[in-house]
Structure formats: structure tokens, C-alpha cells
């Protein structure tokens, strides 16, 4: 049974860093494109960035685009997201995902994590 387990999540003043892992099971992670997406409280929630199979391709929403780097490791099964100058707005529950469609992994991914909270605040 695929199963996507997030960590790292935590509270962090303005400014900081938190990186988030994503460990991956029950399918073959290095075939598949991951993705991150948070939710803020009240809010939709919204893409953050997406890499592809074997990791040489990456995407990312405008909002964190030069501040929020995805990689990933094929032999351990995981997925990163380090997050650098963090701000109030970044907080939000994290959440990994992925669908075995390039087409949707993106938009509307089948299979997600239980996620984890990002608290940036002073």
C-alpha cells in the first residue's frame, strides 16, 4: 500500500530554516514525480514545488521560488523541501504527494501524506 510520511515540520522565527523530509512506501518511488503543497487555516490549498522521477527536473509556485529548494533521494525513498527565509505567510500544513500521471501529480495528485505544520512566527 503506498504510504507518504511527513516530518520536520515545526515553529521558526522570521527569517529561519526548516527542512521537511517526505519517506515514501509500497510503490516505486524513483518512477514516480513527487510533489509538496501546504494549506494555510481558511485557505485553499495551494502547489509549492515539484521534481521529477530521477530529480533532474524541478518546479516552483512564484511564492517561494528562490527561497524553498525540492531534491529527493532514490535510494532512501524521500522526498525534501528545505525552506530558507521563511516567512509569516509560509505557515501552513505540508503536505507530499504524487500520482502516477505526470499530467495531474501537479494539480490533483491521488496520493497524499498526512502532512505536517509549519508554524514562522516571532
Known amino acids: 500500500q503506498l504510504q507518504l510520511v511527513e516530518s520536520g515540520g515545526g515553529l521558526v522565527q522570521p527569517g529561519g530554516s526548516l527542512r521537511l523530509s517526505c519517506a515514501a512506501s509500497g510503490f516505486t518511488f524513483s518512477h514516480y514525480y513527487m510533489t509538496w503543497h501546504r494549506q494555510a487555516l481558511g485557505k485553499q490549498r495551494e502547489f509549492v514545488a515539484q521534481i521529477s522521477a530521477g530529480g533532474g527536473n524541478t518546479y516552483y509556485a512564484d511564492s517561494v521560488k528562490g527561497r524553498f529548494t525540492i531534491s529527493r533521494d532514490n535510494g532512501k525513498n524521500t522526498v525534501y523541501l528545505q525552506m530558507n527565509s521563511l516567512k509569516p505567510e509560509d505557515t501552513a500544513v505540508y503536505y507530499c504527494?504524487?500520482?502516477?500521471?505526470?499530467?495531474?501529480?501537479?494539480?490533483?495528485?491521488?496520493?497524499w501524506g498526512q502532512g505536517t505544520q509549519v508554524t514562522v512566527s516571532s
Open positions: 504527494a504524487t500520482d502516477p500521471s505526470i499530467s495531474t501529480v501537479r494539480s490533483a495528485p491521488a496520493y
